[in-house]
């Protein structure tokens, strides 16, 4: 459990913890009980920006997850208009980050950024299948040296009220490669290309930079599984 816990802090969250430290001391200086509560959720701040290592497989054509979670839905969709993409149904997988997942979201794959947009919307739970059609998002169109195209979605949760993403168009990626962060609870969407089989089942828990969602140059079956 140490390295789960003793990680590195993304720098994106130091604000967040000075301003709940801040808070601690003065709800010590006027309560004692309410300062203990308020130490626990600086704890809890600390550890919702922590930011471990990963090892990625780096065989090429893994699709990797972006988002630490589990594997919510996996289904066709439309990928999101805003990416100028034609308007055809794609394998979906959705990854849901509860807050206290990881919320460092990492490249699927070796790629060049081909498109970013960004879309205001609504927080209605990230959960829900809406979420991908009504929340706030932000959205990257991916696409390999050998010109296959990925969309990867960050979406706004019910908590989340901020989406980070500091890559641009141009920018090459790699395989497990940091590109944003969200706060605090939420959704990422990956959309394969054509004919690629999802190589994880609804229910599982996926690792960012770390669990293979799909395999490009695989011709396996898509892999069912249940809830036990």
């Not at 990881?102 to 970013?116: L, T």
């Not at 641009?168 to 395989?175: E, N």
Request: aromatic content about 8%; charged content about 20%.
């Amino acid at each position: 459990m140490t390295p789960k816990v003793l990680c590195p802090i993304h720098r994106a969250g130091w604000p967040f913890i000075g301003i709940f430290a801040a808070v601690t001391i003065l709800l010590w200086w006027l309560w004692m009980p309410l300062g203990l509560a308020g130490a626990v959720l600086t704890l809890w701040c600390a550890y919702f920006f922590r930011d471990p290592d990963r090892v990625t497989p780096t065989r090429p054509g893994l699709l990797i997850s972006p988002a630490d979670g589990v594997v919510q839905m996996i289904q066709p969709a439309v990928p999101p208009a805003e990416l100028g993409l034609d308007q055809r149904p794609r394998t979906r997988i959705s990854v849901f980050m509860n807050v206290f997942n990881v919320h460092v979201n990492r490249s699927p794959i070796d790629a060049e950024v081909m498109a970013s947009a960004y879309r205001p919307g609504k927080f209605v739970n990230a959960a829900l299948d809406k979420a991908s059609d009504e929340n706030e998002r932000q959205s990257l169109l991916l696409r390999t040296a050998d010109g296959q195209d990925i969309c990867t979605v960050q979406i706004a949760g019910l908590v989340a009220r901020r989406i980070i993403c500091w890559t641009q168009v141009g920018q090459r990626l790699k395989a497990g490669e940091r590109f944003g962060l969200i706060r605090f609870g939420s959704r990422v969407d990956v959309y394969l290309p054509d004919g690629v089989q999802p190589l994880v089942s609804v229910g599982q828990i996926a690792i960012a930079g770390e669990t293979v969602l799909a395999d490009l140059r695989s011709e396996e079956a898509t892999r069912l599984g249940e809830m036990r």
